[in-house]
C-alpha cells in the first residue's frame, strides 16, 4: 500500500540505496531501498509528467495519517488483492481512467 505526498513534502534521512529503471509508461521510475533491510520506502518518477511521490505507508510512523481515497493499477493487482467496497479503481496510476468502482 503506498501513501502519495507531493515531492516537496518528503524528506528522509540517512542512506538509502536507489534504483532508477523505465516503467511500462516509458517514464523513469526511481525506487528508494533501506540499504540494511532492503526494504522499499518510495518509488517516484523523475522523469515524465510530475506525479507525486508513492511511500510504502509501512514505512511511515504513523500509517494512519492517510485513509485510502482510491485502488491505481487495478487491473494489475492480484485475484485475492481486497478491493473496499465503492473505492474508485483506476486503470493506471492517480488521475488515469477511472474503470469504475470496487463492488
Sequence with gaps: MNVL???D??????EMTKLELVADSGNTVQRGFCPTCGSQMYSRTITGPKV????RAGTLDDPNIATPESIIWGPSAPDWAPFP???PVHVA?????L???AD
Excluded: N, T
Excluded at 507525486?52 to 511511500?55: A, D, F, L, W, Y
Excluded at 496510476?93 to 481512467?97: A, D, I, L, N, V
Design 52 to 55: 507525486p511521490i508513492r511511500v
Design 85 to 87: 467496497e465503492g473505492m
Design 99 to 101: 474503470i469504475g468502482s
Design 93 to 97: 496510476g492517480p488521475g488515469s481512467e
Design 9 to 14: 513534502d518528503v524528506q528522509y534521512s540517512g
Design 5 to 7: 505526498f507531493d515531492s
